[in-house]
């Protein structure tokens, strides 16, 4: 019988001491995403598509500065060395752009490249027309009309209407290799050999378990060519999946580590990287229909709903109190007259001004959750507390959970549907990354559903002056200034219940070092070594 | 017999066809829809519409019923809607994980089982027998998900001696070994359990039959009434390890989704949140062949093996 347990013991041994055995300078990521997002360029898996592949295998012609985490990630060039609208044509848009740029395939960057990119995603009858990439991206670039080679590397974009929004829509267009697609023809082909122009370039596709990518030594930029050799990317969409693969070395750094492990992580010697973002997870009212149609009532959610204690006692402190679409500190925020803190008091106070009474007549609600999704942080744990939280001043909300896909379809088609009559909102987190997201898409009457996701509806006239003049302010000082104006109209309007914004934690292991977490959804990996 | 095998083959057809009947309209009664799941969450319901008419979703359910039973009665098992790769390769792979795990746990399951479940029937009612009924109720009992998750937090996060999650790592087949040790183990549980009970029983059942007092009272050696006892329990054995080998095939969804490992289990997972219908339907069709075939291929052992229950 001993023998039995020490040759076992033996067997175990040398097993893991195989594993033991790991290459220098390879960076391992777990990532939330299910599946490797779309490697043919114009990729899928939302912004975690775009941090992790997109942004590293291609370049956008206008990027972002991703290297420091003490302001809001600006846009810098990218591809392009500069770009401005005709002051003659405002809707024209012309870009210089870089040379001596190559490939991954060793072909150059150049004017026909960006075409080419382009018409994979709005040339519906090219031949090398990208039907899912274009379904990605396409909406992203809503305002793009038409691009013309100006020279070998000039080109010159046209926008339907004079808009200053085009910088935040260039950045996510990711300029692909026509002369490697030329050579298989074929997207599927391409995401398994992709050819861009990014600091790491693909070695090694398995579908649905790995990629791997080496440091692109040719990289145009010398200062953010990859200290790292390697750079792994495994798909994980457990969070315990991606604790124990974190805590076994099989990875060095993963995403949304569960709030509930941090003190433990960094107790076991892990660093958590966290910073503020444009994201913010809200409750999306329904505003023509009692009882959230009454702006009292809504405020009064707004002062009843303790941001701080679920910040603290539930998220760890992965999270601060949203009392905005946008975070104090943020270039949008302005001077809102409301700032929501926890006041039930005050928000009894409001509930009686508007003529309701907790014991006599309550306010009731019924509200479409989801159990999880991206972004979505712990959302059954918060809505329970921010239920009690609303009972506590009379305020009735019914919770119905369902599965994230369910939810997100759902809120497309909009409240006025046979499924959603009964509800009153949506609890659905966003990214405020450009102006028509954080704004535009909600708060614009032109943007009810279908035409895009005001599912409100917010229907303010002074809101949609204000979306138009800073889409036509080309100087984005003043476009800031406008924006942080129509902020202060939103958060008194409070057309949404704001709860918190997320801090994008994620847990390093301590042999990574040199990563600074930045502003923004994305991530620099270039400047990462792992000892 | 062969009649009977062919018998059984054609009527494997019309269970193969409901099967897959059942799963398409399961599909599309879920709330959600697949090329949802694959745009972008701020992409509005026009966007989505759009992207659903290129993909030929907008056409009445039967009749894409219809194109894909065409497409499958051609071999061609279609395309996954999130990753566009064909369907076949991307189950073949998965196969082969899950059936290297399946046949790993149900060795393991099978072999253990099997010494348990006779030494507690030739030992009934002594420390030995409770000792393996015992370990068969924990193993029956267990949620294998949560020992999966127990033998992570052992084995990999605290001993740091086996990874917790994934396949190969592309290391070899030491790796492939390593990857695979800590789903085998949580795998085999509930068939552990379920067989040491069946075979304890099966030969009890034979052990108080009179022949064996029989052979007893005419001074067979014990061992050689062992022999005895095993073949006789042996088609009620086989019965057991073949369902048991179709569910470890089928059935290790939540074990491969807790090691993230790429078998059809996780691939059926990853398919049903993306609401990713061909990969969906390619799968349960490719896992219910599998069953019929087994199914069969136990009816043909056991006749096999005991003569008495031979089909004419």
Redesign the interface.
């Known amino acids: 019988m001993r023998r039995v347990v020490t040759l076992l013991f033996a067997i175990?041994?040398s097993?893991?001491l195989?594993?033991l055995a790991c290459a220098q300078g390879t960076l391992r990521i777990g990532m939330t995403a299910?599946?490797i997002p779309?490697t043919g360029g114009q990729t899928?898996n939302?912004f975690e598509g775009f941090r992790f592949v997109g942004y590293q295998i291609y370049e956008p012609l206008i990027a972002w500065d991703l290297t420091r985490g003490d302001r809001l990630a600006p846009l810098v060039p990218g591809l392009a060395e500069s770009w401005e609208a005709r002051k003659d044509q405002p809707t024209k848009w012309v870009f210089k752009l870089r040379k001596g740029v190559t490939f991954h395939d060793g072909s150059p960057f150049n004017a026909d490249a960006v075409v080419f990119s382009y018409e994979s995603i709005k040339k519906k009858d090219a031949p090398h027309f990208d039907?899912?990439g274009s379904?990605?991206v396409?909406?992203?670039l809503a305002s793009l009309t038409g691009i013309t080679k100006i020279d070998d590397h000039t080109v010159e974009f046209e926008t339907n209407k004079p808009t200053s929004f085009v910088p935040y829509q260039i950045c996510y267009m990711l300029i692909v290799s026509p002369a490697q697609w030329n050579k298989v023809k074929d997207?599927?082909k391409f995401a398994e050999q992709p050819s861009g122009t990014g600091p790491y370039k693909v070695t090694?596709f398995?579908?649905?378990?790995?990629l791997?990518l080496d440091a692109n030594k040719q990289y145009w930029d010398g200062k953010r060519r990859p200290k790292v050799d390697k750079l792994v990317l495994?798909?994980?969409?457990?969070p315990?999946?991606r604790l124990?693969?974190l805590?076994?070395?099989?990875v060095d750094w993963i995403e949304v580590p569960p709030p509930d492990s941090i003190p433990q992580l960094k107790g076991a010697g892990f660093q958590i990287a966290m910073n503020s973002y444009p994201h913010n997870w809200t409750h999306t009212l329904r505003l023509d229909k009692e009882p959230w149609s009454n702006k009292l009532v809504r405020k009064a959610a707004n002062y009843a709903v303790d941001r701080v204690g679920i910040c603290k006692n539930l998220l760890n402190d992965t999270c601060i109190p949203a009392t905005g679409v946008v975070y104090k500190g943020h270039p949008w925020f302005g001077k809102p007259k409301e700032t929501y803190e926890y006041n039930p008091e005050k928000a009894k106070a409001l509930l009686k001004q508007a003529g309701f009474d907790a014991s006599k007549h309550p306010v009731k609600a019924v509200h479409l959750i989801s159990t999880s999704g991206?972004?979505q942080m712990l959302p059954l744990a918060m809505n329970e507390l921010i239920q009690k939280n609303l009972k506590d001043v009379g305020i009735d909300v019914d919770l119905q959970p369902?599965?994230w896909?369910?939810l997100?379809?759902?809120w497309?088609?909009?409240f006025k549907t046979a499924d959603n009559e009964g509800l009153n909102a949506w609890n659905?987190s966003w990214?405020f990354l450009e102006p028509w997201?954080g704004f535009g898409?909600f708060f614009h009457s032109k943007a009810v559903?279908?035409?895009?996701?005001n599912t409100m509806p917010y229907i303010n006239p002074e809101a949609d002056k204000l979306i138009d003049e800073a889409e036509r302010t080309f100087d984005v000082a003043k476009q800031n200034e406008i924006l942080a104006k129509l902020h202060e109209l939103v958060v008194d309007d409070a057309p949404w219940i704001f709860v918190v914004h997320d801090q994008n934690p994620r847990a390093l292991s301590p042999k990574v070092k040199g990563f600074v977490q930045p502003q923004s959804w994305f991530v620099d990996l270039t400047a990462v070594t792992v000892r | 017999m062969w009649t009977y095998a062919g018998r059984r083959l054609l009527l494997a057809i019309p269970t193969l066809l409901g099967a897959s009947i059942i799963v398409f309209a399961m599909v599309h009664l879920a709330p959600g829809d697949p090329i949802a799941a694959v745009m972008p969450a701020e992409s509005s319901k026009a966007e989505i519409e759009a992207t659903k008419k290129a993909y030929g979703f907008d056409k009445p359910l039967p009749v894409q019923y219809l194109v894909w039973l065409g497409r499958v009665a051609q071999g061609d098992l279609g395309r996954s809607i999130a990753t566009r790769r064909a369907v076949i390769l991307d189950v073949r792979d998965a196969l082969a994980n899950s059936l290297i795990l399946a046949v790993s746990s149900s060795l393991l399951a099978f072999g253990l089982g099997t010494a348990l479940g006779l030494l507690a029937a030739f030992r009934q009612g002594r420390w030995l027998d409770k000792l393996a009924s015992g370990i068969a109720v924990i193993g029956v009992s267990v949620p294998h998900y949560w020992a999966g998750i127990i033998l992570i937090i052992i084995f990999s996060v605290q001993l740091n001696w086996l990874p917790a999650m994934g396949a190969a790592d592309g290391g070899g087949p030491l790796a492939y070994l390593r990857h695979m040790t800590l789903p085998t183990v949580a795998l085999a549980l509930i068939p552990l359990g379920v067989i040491t009970r069946v075979v304890r029983s099966a030969a009890l059942d034979v052990l108080s039959q009179e022949f064996v007092l029989a052979l007893r009272a005419k001074g067979l050696a014990a061992r050689r009434v062992f022999r005895h006892v095993v073949k006789n329990a042996a088609p009620q054995i086989f019965t057991v390890l073949g369902l048991q080998f179709g569910f470890q095939l089928g059935g290790s969804v939540l074990v491969e989704a807790v090691f993230s490992w790429p078998g059809t289990g996780y691939l059926l997972n990853l398919a049903i949140f993306q609401r990713d219908i061909p990969v969906l339907q390619g799968v349960i069709l490719v896992l219910a062949t599998f069953f019929v075939l087994l199914n069969l291929a136990v009816d043909l052992l056991q006749t096999l093996v005991d003569p008495r229950i031979a089909r004419h």
């Open positions: 175990v041994l097993l893991s195989t594993g299910s599946d779309y899928d939302g039907p899912y379904g990605q396409s909406f992203r997207w599927r090694r398995v579908p649905r378990e790995r791997e495994l798909p994980m969409p457990e315990t999946t124990a693969a805590r076994s070395s099989q991206s972004g369902v599965e896909n369910t997100l379809t759902r497309r088609a909009g659905i990214n997201s898409r559903v279908p035409v895009a996701v």
